[in-house]
Protein backbone atom coordinates (compact mmCIF):
# COMPACT_ATOMS: atom_id res chain seq x y z
CA UNK A 1 0.00 0.00 0.00
CA UNK A 2 1.22 3.72 -0.66
CA UNK A 3 3.18 5.18 1.77
CA UNK A 4 1.85 8.80 2.76
CA UNK A 5 4.44 9.79 4.94
CA UNK A 6 5.46 13.54 4.10
CA UNK A 7 2.81 14.19 1.24
CA UNK A 8 1.44 17.44 0.72
CA UNK A 9 -2.07 17.78 1.30
CA UNK A 10 -4.45 20.95 1.08
CA UNK A 11 -6.51 21.41 3.82
CA UNK A 12 -9.59 23.72 3.98
CA UNK A 13 -11.64 26.30 5.47
CA UNK A 14 -13.90 25.94 8.13
CA UNK A 15 -15.49 28.27 10.96
CA UNK A 16 -12.90 26.76 13.22
CA UNK A 17 -9.52 26.61 12.02
CA UNK A 18 -8.09 28.23 8.41
CA UNK A 19 -5.17 26.07 7.17
CA UNK A 20 -4.67 27.61 3.86
CA UNK A 21 -1.29 25.85 3.10
CA UNK A 22 -0.58 22.83 1.82
CA UNK A 23 -0.29 19.79 4.68
CA UNK A 24 2.43 17.40 5.40
CA UNK A 25 0.27 14.13 6.67
CA UNK A 26 2.57 10.56 7.94
CA UNK A 27 0.13 8.01 7.23
CA UNK A 28 0.10 5.08 9.75
CA UNK A 29 1.57 1.87 8.99
CA UNK A 30 -0.41 -0.69 6.65
CA UNK A 31 -0.86 -3.66 4.54
CA UNK A 32 -2.93 -3.54 1.76
CA UNK A 33 -6.62 -3.92 1.95
CA UNK A 34 -7.72 -7.90 0.29
CA UNK A 35 -10.45 -6.34 -0.65
CA UNK A 36 -11.41 -6.44 -4.16
CA UNK A 37 -13.20 -3.93 -6.42
CA UNK A 38 -16.34 -5.28 -7.79
CA UNK A 39 -18.72 -3.55 -10.23
CA UNK A 40 -21.05 -2.87 -7.43
CA UNK A 41 -18.74 -0.25 -5.83
CA UNK A 42 -20.19 2.75 -5.94
CA UNK A 43 -18.93 6.72 -7.15
CA UNK A 44 -16.38 7.59 -4.42
CA UNK A 45 -14.35 4.54 -5.76
CA UNK A 46 -14.91 5.18 -9.39
CA UNK A 47 -14.17 9.26 -9.07
CA UNK A 48 -10.99 10.33 -10.67
CA UNK A 49 -10.32 13.02 -7.98
CA UNK A 50 -8.92 13.06 -4.68
CA UNK A 51 -11.02 12.14 -1.74
CA UNK A 52 -12.15 15.08 0.67
CA UNK A 53 -12.35 13.96 4.27
CA UNK A 54 -13.78 15.68 6.92
CA UNK A 55 -11.42 15.38 10.43
CA UNK A 56 -11.27 17.36 13.17
CA UNK A 57 -8.28 19.37 13.65
CA UNK A 58 -7.93 20.00 17.69
CA UNK A 59 -8.34 16.78 19.27
CA UNK A 60 -4.99 15.41 20.09
CA UNK A 61 -4.94 11.22 19.68
CA UNK A 62 -8.15 11.51 17.90
CA UNK A 63 -7.70 14.01 14.93
CA UNK A 64 -5.28 16.83 15.15
CA UNK A 65 -3.07 19.17 13.19
CA UNK A 66 -0.14 20.74 14.80
CA UNK A 67 -0.63 24.72 13.69
CA UNK A 68 3.74 24.83 13.51
CA UNK A 69 4.06 22.34 11.19
CA UNK A 70 0.33 21.49 10.11
CA UNK A 71 0.81 17.54 10.29
CA UNK A 72 -2.48 15.84 10.53
CA UNK A 73 -2.29 12.76 13.36
CA UNK A 74 -4.60 10.82 15.31
CA UNK A 75 -6.71 7.81 15.08
CA UNK A 76 -9.30 9.17 13.27
CA UNK A 77 -6.14 10.38 10.22
CA UNK A 78 -4.53 6.40 10.46
CA UNK A 79 -8.41 5.19 9.69
CA UNK A 80 -8.74 7.79 6.72
CA UNK A 81 -5.80 6.62 5.45
CA UNK A 82 -6.64 3.21 5.15
CA UNK A 83 -10.33 3.84 3.95
CA UNK A 84 -8.87 6.07 1.02
CA UNK A 85 -5.79 3.22 -0.12
CA UNK A 86 -9.72 1.25 -0.36
CA UNK A 87 -10.78 3.29 -2.45
CA UNK A 88 -7.39 3.41 -4.55
CA UNK A 89 -7.31 7.32 -3.70
CA UNK A 90 -5.28 9.75 -1.91
CA UNK A 91 -7.00 12.22 1.13
CA UNK A 92 -7.18 15.83 1.15
CA UNK A 93 -8.03 16.59 4.44
CA UNK A 94 -10.90 19.07 5.38
CA UNK A 95 -10.92 20.69 8.93
CA UNK A 96 -14.90 20.54 10.24
CA UNK A 97 -16.37 20.87 13.51
CA UNK A 98 -19.03 19.48 15.34
CA UNK A 99 -21.41 21.22 14.27
CA UNK A 100 -20.71 21.67 10.74
CA UNK A 101 -20.56 18.13 9.98
CA UNK A 102 -23.59 16.92 8.22
CA UNK A 103 -23.97 20.44 6.27
CA UNK A 104 -20.41 19.42 4.80
CA UNK A 105 -21.97 16.01 3.32
CA UNK A 106 -25.03 17.28 1.89
CA UNK A 107 -23.29 19.98 0.40
CA UNK A 108 -20.87 17.95 -1.23
CA UNK A 109 -18.05 19.97 0.27
CA UNK A 110 -16.39 16.29 1.68
CA UNK A 111 -17.05 12.81 0.49
CA UNK A 112 -16.20 11.63 3.91
CA UNK A 113 -16.34 12.73 7.60
CA UNK A 114 -13.93 10.65 9.88
CA UNK A 115 -14.29 13.11 12.89
CA UNK A 116 -15.00 11.01 15.70
CA UNK A 117 -18.54 11.39 14.31
CA UNK A 118 -20.71 9.50 16.66
CA UNK A 119 -23.48 7.47 15.02
CA UNK A 120 -27.05 8.87 16.61
CA UNK A 121 -31.12 8.11 14.95
CA UNK A 122 -30.98 11.97 14.67
CA UNK A 123 -27.81 12.66 12.39
CA UNK A 124 -29.19 9.30 10.23
CA UNK A 125 -32.35 11.11 9.27
CA UNK A 126 -29.53 13.37 7.35
CA UNK A 127 -26.45 11.22 6.37
CA UNK A 128 -25.76 7.88 6.11
CA UNK A 129 -22.60 5.81 8.36
CA UNK A 130 -20.04 3.31 7.70
CA UNK A 131 -18.47 1.55 10.68
CA UNK A 132 -18.32 1.86 13.58
CA UNK A 133 -14.40 1.90 13.83
CA UNK A 134 -14.57 3.15 17.63
CA UNK A 135 -16.44 3.56 20.49
CA UNK A 136 -15.84 5.90 23.51
CA UNK A 137 -17.81 6.55 26.66
CA UNK A 138 -18.30 10.38 28.02
CA UNK A 139 -16.74 11.32 30.65
CA UNK A 140 -15.59 14.74 32.53
CA UNK A 141 -12.07 16.64 32.61
CA UNK A 142 -11.95 18.49 35.72
CA UNK A 143 -9.02 20.72 37.25
CA UNK A 144 -6.27 18.72 39.15
CA UNK A 145 -7.21 20.38 42.10
CA UNK A 146 -10.49 20.43 41.82
CA UNK A 147 -11.99 18.38 44.95
CA UNK A 148 -15.79 19.34 44.38
CA UNK A 149 -16.75 17.04 41.31
CA UNK A 150 -16.24 13.43 41.96
CA UNK A 151 -19.49 12.22 40.03
CA UNK A 152 -21.25 13.55 36.96
CA UNK A 153 -23.62 14.27 39.09
CA UNK A 154 -21.92 17.06 40.71
CA UNK A 155 -22.30 18.64 37.46
CA UNK A 156 -25.82 19.67 37.73
CA UNK A 157 -24.77 23.20 40.24
CA UNK A 158 -21.30 23.69 38.05
CA UNK A 159 -20.74 25.40 34.25
CA UNK A 160 -19.46 22.82 31.92
CA UNK A 161 -17.55 23.52 28.60
CA UNK A 162 -19.41 21.70 25.37
CA UNK A 163 -18.95 21.54 21.53
CA UNK A 164 -21.88 23.43 19.77
CA UNK A 165 -23.17 20.63 17.85
CA UNK A 166 -21.92 17.62 19.71
CA UNK A 167 -24.24 15.02 21.55
CA UNK A 168 -22.64 15.08 24.81
CA UNK A 169 -24.24 18.99 25.92
CA UNK A 170 -27.91 17.58 25.29
CA UNK A 171 -27.04 14.24 27.20
CA UNK A 172 -26.20 16.66 30.61
CA UNK A 173 -29.19 18.89 29.20
CA UNK A 174 -31.43 16.18 29.41
CA UNK A 175 -29.92 14.55 32.96
CA UNK A 176 -30.34 18.16 34.42
CA UNK A 177 -32.75 19.92 32.63
CA UNK A 178 -35.55 17.36 31.58
CA UNK A 179 -35.31 18.35 27.36
CA UNK A 180 -32.53 17.55 24.98
CA UNK A 181 -32.85 21.41 23.82
CA UNK A 182 -29.52 22.66 25.34
CA UNK A 183 -30.98 26.28 25.75
CA UNK A 184 -33.23 24.71 28.25
CA UNK A 185 -33.57 26.86 31.75
CA UNK A 186 -30.64 24.36 33.44
CA UNK A 187 -28.66 24.68 29.85
CA UNK A 188 -28.72 28.37 29.48
CA UNK A 189 -27.65 28.67 33.01
CA UNK A 190 -24.58 25.94 32.94
CA UNK A 191 -23.66 25.25 29.59
CA UNK A 192 -21.01 26.66 27.86
CA UNK A 193 -21.25 25.95 24.61
CA UNK A 194 -17.88 26.95 22.13
CA UNK A 195 -17.31 25.95 18.56
CA UNK A 196 -14.52 22.83 19.57
CA UNK A 197 -13.12 21.35 22.38
CA UNK A 198 -10.03 22.88 22.35
CA UNK A 199 -11.41 26.37 23.70
CA UNK A 200 -13.13 24.28 26.41
CA UNK A 201 -9.33 23.41 27.44
CA UNK A 202 -8.66 27.12 27.33
CA UNK A 203 -12.00 28.23 29.41
CA UNK A 204 -11.15 25.61 31.94
CA UNK A 205 -7.40 25.68 32.80
CA UNK A 206 -6.29 29.50 31.25
CA UNK A 207 -9.92 31.56 32.27
CA UNK A 208 -11.11 29.33 34.56
CA UNK A 209 -14.66 30.54 33.97
CA UNK A 210 -15.85 26.97 33.39
CA UNK A 211 -15.72 23.99 36.07
CA UNK A 212 -15.48 20.94 34.00
CA UNK A 213 -15.53 19.84 30.00
CA UNK A 214 -17.95 16.83 29.22
CA UNK A 215 -17.10 14.85 26.07
CA UNK A 216 -16.07 11.57 24.46
CA UNK A 217 -13.85 9.86 27.38
CA UNK A 218 -10.95 9.10 24.06
CA UNK A 219 -11.07 13.03 23.18
CA UNK A 220 -10.42 14.36 27.05
CA UNK A 221 -7.86 11.60 27.68
CA UNK A 222 -5.80 13.16 24.31
CA UNK A 223 -6.06 16.59 26.01
CA UNK A 224 -4.83 15.26 29.40
CA UNK A 225 -2.00 13.97 27.49
CA UNK A 226 -1.23 16.99 25.95
CA UNK A 227 2.17 18.47 27.35
CA UNK A 228 0.40 21.98 28.27
CA UNK A 229 -2.13 20.35 30.09
CA UNK A 230 0.24 17.35 32.26
CA UNK A 231 -0.73 17.85 36.02
CA UNK A 232 -3.11 20.53 35.29
CA UNK A 233 -5.91 18.30 34.64
CA UNK A 234 -7.76 15.18 35.36
CA UNK A 235 -10.03 12.69 33.75
CA UNK A 236 -12.90 11.91 36.11
CA UNK A 237 -12.98 8.47 34.85
CA UNK A 238 -16.34 7.93 35.42
CA UNK A 239 -18.64 7.17 32.14
CA UNK A 240 -22.25 7.65 31.39
CA UNK A 241 -23.33 4.29 32.41
CA UNK A 242 -26.24 3.90 29.52
CA UNK A 243 -24.29 5.42 26.84
CA UNK A 244 -21.68 4.57 24.43
CA UNK A 245 -20.36 6.86 21.26
CA UNK A 246 -19.76 5.05 18.19
CA UNK A 247 -17.35 6.51 15.99
CA UNK A 248 -19.01 5.98 12.55
CA UNK A 249 -17.42 7.10 8.67
CA UNK A 250 -20.09 9.95 7.68
CA UNK A 251 -20.94 9.57 3.66
CA UNK A 252 -23.95 11.55 1.72
CA UNK A 253 -27.25 9.92 2.06
CA UNK A 254 -27.35 6.92 -0.73
CA UNK A 255 -24.22 5.68 -1.40
CA UNK A 256 -25.01 2.19 0.08
CA UNK A 257 -22.52 0.43 -2.24
CA UNK A 258 -19.44 2.66 -0.82
CA UNK A 259 -20.57 1.79 3.25
CA UNK A 260 -20.29 -1.92 2.02
CA UNK A 261 -17.02 -1.38 1.12
CA UNK A 262 -15.77 0.74 3.53
CA UNK A 263 -17.39 -1.68 6.22
CA UNK A 264 -15.30 -4.38 4.66
CA UNK A 265 -12.32 -2.68 5.18
CA UNK A 266 -12.60 -1.80 8.85
CA UNK A 267 -14.15 -5.41 9.67
CA UNK A 268 -10.61 -6.75 8.06
CA UNK A 269 -8.24 -4.51 10.03
CA UNK A 270 -10.35 -5.08 13.35
CA UNK A 271 -9.43 -8.69 12.24
CA UNK A 272 -5.91 -8.79 11.77
CA UNK A 273 -4.71 -6.39 14.35
CA UNK A 274 -4.24 -3.02 12.59
CA UNK A 275 -7.02 -1.43 14.70
CA UNK A 276 -5.97 -2.40 17.61
CA UNK A 277 -2.17 -0.87 16.72
CA UNK A 278 -3.68 2.21 15.50
CA UNK A 279 -5.78 2.34 19.46
CA UNK A 280 -2.54 2.36 20.78
CA UNK A 281 -0.08 4.16 18.73
CA UNK A 282 -2.73 7.27 19.33
CA UNK A 283 -4.38 6.86 22.65
CA UNK A 284 -0.70 5.48 24.16
CA UNK A 285 -1.23 4.31 28.57
CA UNK A 286 -5.45 4.81 27.96
CA UNK A 287 -5.96 2.18 24.93
CA UNK A 288 -6.29 -0.35 27.10
CA UNK A 289 -9.48 0.97 28.49
CA UNK A 290 -10.86 1.22 24.81
CA UNK A 291 -9.76 -2.60 23.71
CA UNK A 292 -12.07 -4.37 26.37
CA UNK A 293 -14.36 -6.93 24.08
CA UNK A 294 -17.74 -5.24 25.16
CA UNK A 295 -16.45 -1.79 23.20
CA UNK A 296 -14.41 -3.63 20.39
CA UNK A 297 -16.56 -2.29 17.74
CA UNK A 298 -18.88 -4.56 15.03
CA UNK A 299 -19.07 -2.69 11.63
CA UNK A 300 -21.97 -2.68 9.58
Same mark, same amino acid.
Given at each position: ?????? !????????? &???????????????????????????????????? $? +??????????????????????????????????? !?? *??????????????? @??????????????????? @?????????????????? +????????????????? %????????????? @? &?? *?????????????????????????? @??????????? &???????????????????????????????? !????? %????????????? +????? %?? +????????? %?????????????????? $?????
Amino acid at each position: MTNHHG !RRLLAGVTT &ALVLTTMAACAAPEQDTPSVKPTATHGPLFAMKRAL $R +IGVKTDQPGIGYADPTVTIFSGLDIDIAHIIADAL !RD *RPVFQPVVSGNREQM @LETGAVDLVIASYSISEER @LKRVDFAGPYFIAGQDTL +IRAGDKTITDVDDLKDK %ITCGAKGSNSPTR @L &AV *RFGGSENVDNAWGRKHLKLVPGYSDC @LRLLVVDESVD &AVSTDDSVLAGFANQPQYKGRVRLLGKRFTSH !REKYG %IGIAKGNRADVAL +INAVL %IQ +IIKDGRWER %IVRKNLGAEAPKFLKPED $RPTPG
